[in-house]
C-alpha cells in the first residue's frame, strides 16, 4: 500500500516561512488530485489547500494569500509554501492524494500521510 511521507515542519518564529513537502515512501507514485489539511489540537482536521489533477487550486479563507500549493513537473511531490505565518497556523499539517503508482499503474485514492507539525511562536 502506498504511503505518503510530509516533510519540512518545524518551530518558526510568526512572520516566518516554512516549505512542506509530500511524496511517497518507497514507491514513484503520480499524483493526481492532492490536498493539504491541518489538525490543531481540540479541533477538526481542515483543508487548507487543495489542486486537482487539471491544476485548480482552492484555498481556506484563514490561508489564502499566504500559503500557496504546488507540484513538480513529475507529479511526484506536492508542496506547501507557508508565508506570514501565525501562532494560529500551528496544527500538524497532512497531505492526501489520489494518484498512480509509476510501476504497477495501480491507483490509489484518499491515501494520507502521518502528518508533521508545524509550531508558530510569538
Known amino acids: 500500500q502506498v504511503q505518503l511521507v510530509e516533510s519540512g515542519g518545524g518551530s518558526v518564529q510568526a512572520g516566518g516561512s516554512l516549505r512542506l513537502s509530500c511524496a511517497a515512501s518507497g514507491v514513484v507514485f503520480r499524483f493526481n488530485a492532492m490536498g493539504w489539511y491541518r489538525q490543531a489540537p481540540g479541533k477538526e482536521r481542515e483543508m487548507i489547500a487543495s489542486?486537482?489533477?487539471?491544476?485548480?487550486?482552492s484555498y481556506a479563507e484563514s490561508v489564502k494569500g499566504r500559503f500557496t500549493i504546488s507540484r513538480d513537473d513529475d507529479k511526484t511531490t506536492v508542496y506547501l509554501q507557508m508565508n506570514s505565518l501565525k501562532p494560529e497556523d500551528t496544527a500538524v499539517y497532512y497531505c492526501?492524494?489520489?494518484?498512480?503508482?509509476?510501476?504497477?499503474?495501480?491507483?490509489?485514492?484518499?491515501?494520507w500521510g502521518q502528518g508533521t507539525q508545524v509550531t508558530v511562536f510569538s
Open positions: 489542486l486537482a489533477s487539471g491544476g485548480a487550486m
Open positions: 492526501t492524494a489520489d494518484g498512480t503508482r509509476a510501476d504497477t499503474g495501480a491507483p490509489s485514492f484518499a491515501i
